[in-house]
């Protein structure tokens, strides 16, 4: 019965270590793909599986990130109406225990991505110590707080391309850092929304925000993302029929701005882009167009 009990009692440590990870937002890293796809016509098994490695290294590293963020903010988180249920904020996980299981994942992580490639490794390294001072300061200065998350999706991108050997051009890394801006500045609106009544009491660069003000930025945001993906499809050296992705693209980023306005959503875009069968719809049909338009027109 003990040994039941203690067997029981360690596959939920480790049940709660990979809840820790946060698994529900690994679809953020499925941007590592996007080189990938965008290089269809010289893709092959061992591209795949090296973005697939490139993938699931994203999603430790950041998972790391995580556990260093949790550890740091388990005080706040308690009194945030959604993640005072995390395993370290609810008290269910040692936090030590976590950050030693992190600190562990991270060598392990960053040694495979060194010999994987050397630079893909390299960009583990600084996409890691971005976001330890984001954890300890950065969050906490207003504006840099979401630039410095939406340099994480441009991380993702470069490392889609270094994995696997394939060049990336500055068109592409403008869109994908501007529509991750998008993404960010909506998270933080959301956030003033569940805190508008006491919003300085769970992270305190909120007190710097005003719904006016990202509403304003998320205009310039949206504006500039539209214009940089329309002259990306001009201008990336692949065929102009990418052009025909282009409404698909407004419509996912105005179908979200919906969301975000009308709904009061944005807080969880990983949630939002599997619960919304519009957004869902629009990626797949914009996946599926680029492949078709590469394969076919290029």
Not at 5 to 17: D, G, S, W
Not at 240 to 255: A, D
Not at 268 to 274: I, Q, S
Request: proline share 3%; aromatic share 14%; glycine share 6%.
């Amino acid at each position: 019965m003990l040994k039941q009990e203690a067997v029981r009692a360690e596959a939920n440590v480790l049940f709660l270590l990979f809840q820790q990870l946060r698994p529900k937002q690994w679809t953020k890293n499925l941007l590592v793909f996007a080189a990938l796809i965008f290089s269809f016509q010289v893709a092959n098994v061992d591209l795949l599986i090296r973005s697939v490695a490139g993938f699931l290294l994203f999603c430790f590293v950041s998972g790391c990130v995580y556990i260093l963020n949790d550890f740091v903010d388990r005080e706040a988180d308690r009194q945030h109406p959604e993640k005072r249920d995390r395993p370290m904020a609810s008290g269910a996980l040692n936090p030590y225990l976590a950050l030693s299981f992190g600190f562990v994942l991270l060598l392990a992580a960053i040694a495979v991505g060194l010999y994987l490639e050397p630079l893909f490794g390299v960009l583990l390294i600084v996409y890691f110590a971005i976001n330890v001072a984001y954890s300890f300061r950065l969050k906490h200065v207003v504006i840099i707080d979401v630039m410095i998350i939406a340099s994480g999706f441009v991380f993702r991108a470069i490392g889609g391309a270094l994995v696997i050997d394939v060049p990336f051009t500055p068109w592409f890394l403008l869109c994908t850092m501007l529509l991750a801006l998008f993404l960010a500045i909506s998270k933080r609106r959301h956030e003033l929304y569940l805190l508008q009544n006491n919003k300085g009491s769970h992270r305190k660069v909120l007190e710097s925000y005003s719904p006016e003000l990202l509403n304003q930025l998320n205009s310039i945001v949206i504006t500039a993302t539209i214009m940089s993906y329309a002259l990306y499809t001009f201008t990336s050296g692949h065929t102009i029929h990418l052009m025909w992705t282009i409404p698909l693209v407004i419509y996912g980023i105005f179908r979200y701005l919906y969301l975000i306005l009308m709904e009061e959503k944005g807080g969880k875009p990983e949630r939002d882009l599997f619960q919304d069968k519009h957004i869902l719809i629009t990626v797949l049909l914009y996946g599926l167009a680029v492949v078709v338009i590469l394969n076919y027109f290029e």
